[in-house]
C-alpha cells in the first residue's frame, strides 16, 4: 500500500500493523518520516517502561529504600562529626577561655618580638661579614674610642697608658694601663684621688701616654698640656699625649 507524508501523525495514533509497516518502507526513503518515526519510537519505549515501573508496586519502596538509607547514613556521620568537634565550640563568654586565648596571643607575639630581634642581630652581623666598610663602621659604634686603641696598640712607644676617664672600658688595651678611677670610681693609685694628680705622678708611674677623652662623665680633663705631655693623636672626643 502506498502512503504519504500526511498519513504519519494518524498511523501514529491508531495505524493498522499494515499502515505501520507501509510507514516504515516510506521512512526508508523519506528523512523527514524516519526522523518523525524514531522519535515516536523512543516515545513509546519510554511510555512502556513508565507503564511497567507503574505495575510494580515494590519500585516505589525500594527507590524510597535506596534514598533513604545514605541519609540516615549520613545523619549519623554527621552526629559523629559533631561530637568530635565538641571541643571546639567554647563557652566565650568563660573568662578562663578570654584569659587562655590572650595567654596564646602573648606567647606569639613574645615569640615574633624574639625572632625580629634575632633576624636583626644576624642581619647586622650578615652585613659587616658582606661589607668592610659596614664591619669598621659596627666596630667603631661598639668599641669606644677605638681609634686611640688603635693607635695605642700598634705604636711601638707606648709602654703604658695611664687612662684619666673612669667611663673608658680599659679592656681593647693590648699595653699595660693605669686607671686611677675605675668604673665605680675606685680609686687604683695611692696617695692619688684625682686623675689630674696621678697625672703630675705619670713618669714616676712609668706611664708613656696619656688617654683623654670626653665622656659622659666628663670633659676632656687636661684643658691646656703641661709641659711635660705632647698631644701625638687625636681624634673625635679622643687625644692621646706622650710623657716627655
Ligand atoms: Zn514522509
Known sequence: MSMQCEDRERIFLDGTPEEWAALEQHAAFCTLCAE??????????????????????????????????????????????????????????????????????????????????????????????????????????????????????????????LILDRSVPAYYSNKAYIKPEGQWGERSVPGASTSLEVLQKARQLGVTHVLDVVSSVSDFQVKSPPAGLTLVFQSAEQRVYRVN
Open 36 to 161: 518523525e518515526l524514531r522519535a515516536w519510537q523512543g516515545l513509546s519505549t519510554a511510555a512502556a517502561e513508565l507503564r511497567n515501573y507503574r505495575d510494580d508496586p515494590a519500585l516505589w519502596t525500594r527507590i524510597s529504600a535506596s534514598l533513604e538509607t545514605p541519609l540516615v547514613e549520613q545523619a549519623a556521620q554527621n552526629a559523629a562529626r559533631e561530637k568530635r568537634w565538641a571541643f571546639l565550640r567554647f563557652d566565650w563568654g568563660s573568662a578562663l577561655v578570654w584569659q587562655t586565648v590572650l595567654a596564646a596571643v602573648l606567647v606569639g607575639i613574645s615569640i615574633s618580638y624574639g625572632l625580629f630581634m634575632i633576624g636583626r642581630m644576624q642581619t647586622d652581623d650578615l652585613r659587616a661579614a658582606i661589607s668592610p666598610r659596614y664591619a669598621a663602621m659596627k666596630r667603631q659604634r661598639d668599641i669606644p674610642y677605638l681609634a686611640s686603641f688603635e693607635y695605642l696598640n700598634s705604636e711601638p712607644s707606648v709602654r703604658e697608658v
